[in-house]
């Protein structure tokens, strides 16, 4: 999938960036949290192949009127739906999209557990700048607790042969992710950016925290906030990643994030190609 996207790149990059490898198939988003990076970039790597897309969003339909997640999956799929795209707010719910619907189904994002897109699109960034994932060693910092996008890249990037180092305050840290091979854990920021080839912020998830995680947002910014003085430990030509959307200058430095270092809008442009090749992978890719 990731060699397919060098292909959905080029696409992007013509004068009419459209192609017809989905014409006459129609896929579904349907999103019950709130998002601008992962709903528009499907969306639109879905109109690029010249699917129909139909967009889903739950606090304007039934849902808010106590509908199942079962039955409204049951409605979509009489529409004759062909794939689905799905953000929800409890871990396993594109498991039973998949299971009510029939159909292919992407999870984009499912409470805490898992975004499998956003490590692929991460993985296929680090690619593009230095050919090949292995032996570089990939440092994750924040709060990866509350985090499935730290979760997602720690199961996907050791097996493309690099290193992931998770990082931040201990009761952002979940000790069951020490097992996974190929991951570190450690509450040392120096310690994990040094020697490091890619250096990804994540958002402090305030929204998720019930309290007691942190002492001071100031406290976490000085141990733990990506910005040029920390990556002066990374290698020479580190580059700076983030999932989005920025906390500016409270887990990542302006300066960090708009600076030379930054792939922050790359992984965004690099989102719309992956997400174009996980669509036609999945839908008529393996015929």
Same mark, same amino acid.
């Given at each position: ?33 709130? %998002? ?29 009127? =106590?509908? %199942? ?14 794939? *689905? ?6 871990? =396993? ?15 984009? =994002? ?13 993985? *296929?960034?680090?690619?593009?700048? *230095? ?44 000790? =069951? ?38 002492? %001071? ?6 141990? *733990? ?36 270092? %930054? ?25």
């Amino acid at each position: 999938m990731l060699n397919n996207a060098d292909t959905m790149l080029q696409v992007l990059d013509r004068p009419v960036k459209k192609v017809p490898a989905l014409q006459g198939l129609t896929v579904c988003n349907a999103f019950f949290e709130n %998002s601008t990076r992962t709903r528009t970039s499907f969306e639109l790597a879905a109109r690029r192949m010249s699917a129909d897309v139909l967009t889903f969003a739950a606090g304007s339909s039934s849902v808010s009127k =106590g509908e %199942s997640l079962r039955d409204t999956v049951e409605v979509l799929t009489a529409y004759k739906v062909d794939a *689905y795209v799905v953000r929800h707010h409890a871990a =396993g719910a594109a498991h039973l999209v998949a299971r009510y619907s029939g159909k292919p189904v992407i999870n984009a =994002g499912d409470g805490r557990r898992a975004h499998p897109t956003q490590a692929l699109l991460d993985a *296929y960034t680090v690619r593009q700048e *230095y050919g090949s994932l292995e032996g570089k060693k990939i440092a994750i910092i924040g709060d990866v607790r509350h985090s499935r996008v730290a979760r997602s890249n720690a199961e996907l990037l050791p097996k493309l042969g690099a290193e992931v180092v998770l990082c931040g305050p201990a009761t952002l840290l979940p000790e =069951g992710l020490a097992g996974m091979p190929g991951v570190r854990l450690t509450t040392d920021a120096k310690d994990a950016v040094r020697g490091a080839h890619a250096v990804m912020a994540l958002r402090l998830q305030q929204e998720r925290m019930s309290g007691g995680y942190l002492a %001071s947002l100031q406290e976490y910014a000085d141990h *733990y906030q990506v910005n040029e003085r920390l990556m002066q430990e990374a290698e020479s030509g580190a580059i700076v990643l983030h999932p989005g959307p920025m906390n500016r200058d409270l887990e990542i430095s302006s300066e960090a994030a708009d600076g030379p270092r %930054s792939r922050i809008l790359k992984q965004v442009e690099n989102g719309q190609a992956v997400r174009m090749s996980v669509l036609y992978h999945l839908l008529v890719g393996r015929d």
